[in-house]
């Protein structure tokens, strides 16, 4: 794969951050039918979701009664697979662009989120703030702010936590080899504590606790007393739910990690830089991007939230006859290129503005 592609530009990349700092030029040059959500394509996408983990729930059903065990990692990744065309249904919801009517978001990104094990307001808090700061290295603001678009940490934070607690710095070295690991524990130790969240938001938080808890538990109980076997639990639903962190990874870590993309400082930071020359189209090949309801269109979705997935691809091709094409950093799907990323880009170097591997700190 070749590194992020750009078209030319009238200004090179630093005159045109200099020109553009906020989000309204970008905004406008998408049609506003792009930014509303409509009712026949989101029952369409919730379809297309929901029957596809379908298919991946009959191939695992298939391996479990036949007993293809040596065909069960490929149907753990699979169902995985299908989990994740549910979660991307379900952050859009916690965005509240796939409805109109917000309670409908709020009901249905409750399902869809459970089959990843996310607690759906926890999410939704630390999500939009994630949206808020993309590629902030540290924020002021006593807004929730997690590492959801995998912020490094700088070679002095390293340092520190490596002498000071030296299990979660190999806990942080061991998820920048492994991303996929990085994203499981991540959610865990982020989203469920309700300590995380302001008074403001806990009530809501616990409300999704509670949600998550009925479903987990009631699916659970349901795999047993269809099957009368535990391990029929780990095969049609924990073992998925893991291995979803393998797409998770794969695309928020490509979203916004690469050698040719900064993470800055406040007093360097604005909108334009985080969201646009900030943020990856990590483009799939097009039956996955289908199946994972456009997710590998991710220039449009930090330019404004209000684009719901099924509108991605539109609100895309009116950003690209824009005078921001340029400035759009994308590139085909490539683990050969996702694992160049992981060998590169361990510590940030904030003086120089780089990433550096952990051997040459």
């Not at 592609?5 to 700092?21: C, G, I, R, S």
């Not at 029957?51 to 065990?69: D, E, R």
């Amino acid at each position: 794969m070749q590194t992020l592609e750009k078209q030319t530009l009238p200004q090179d990349k630093e005159e045109v951050a200099n020109h553009f700092t906020d989000l309204k030029s970008p905004r406008k040059a998408i049609s506003d039918k792009y930014y509303k959500a409509n009712l026949g394509l989101a029952l369409l996408y919730t379809f297309l979701s929901f029957g596809f983990y379908a298919v991946t729930i009959a191939f695992l059903y298939y391996t479990f009664v036949n007993k293809l065990y040596y065909l069960y990692p490929l149907a753990w990744l699979v169902g995985g697979t299908g989990v994740t065309s549910l979660f991307v249904l379900g952050h859009d919801c916690a965005h509240q662009a796939f409805f109109k009517n917000n309670r409908w978001n709020d009901f249905l990104g409750h399902i869809a989120l459970s089959f990843s094990f996310y607690p759906y307001h926890a999410w939704k808090f630390s999500h939009n703030a994630h949206h808020k700061h993309t590629n902030l290295l540290h924020t002021s603001t006593n807004d929730v702010y997690y590492d959801n678009a995998w912020i490094p940490l700088t070679v002095k934070q390293y340092k520190a936590l490596k002498k000071f607690k030296p299990v979660r710095a190999f806990l942080y070295r061991v998820s920048r080899f492994f991303p996929p690991l990085g994203a499981l524990v991540h959610n865990f130790l982020t989203h469920y504590f309700l300590s995380k969240f302001n008074a403001a938001q806990r009530k809501k938080v616990y409300f999704s606790y509670c949600i998550l808890a009925l479903i987990c538990s009631s699916t659970m109980a349901g795999l047993y007393y269809l099957t009368g076997s535990i391990f029929a639990i780990l095969h049609f639903f924990i073992l998925p739910g893991l291995f979803f962190s393998f797409w998770m990874s794969t695309y928020t870590y490509q979203h916004h990690t690469s050698t040719e993309i900064k993470f800055l400082p406040e007093d360097k930071w604005n909108p334009y830089l985080g969201q646009i020359q900030g943020t990856y189209n990590c483009l799939s090949p097009k039956w996955l991007s289908f199946l994972h309801l456009n997710i590998d269109i991710h220039a449009p979705h930090h330019l404004s939230t209000a684009i719901p997935c099924y509108h991605l691809r539109g609100a895309y091709e009116d950003l690209k006859k824009s005078v921001h094409a340029g400035d759009i950093l994308e590139g085909k799907l490539s683990f050969t290129y996702y694992f160049k990323q992981i060998l590169s880009c361990h510590v940030w170097d904030d003086k120089r503005e780089t990433y550096v591997r952990f051997r040459d700190i």
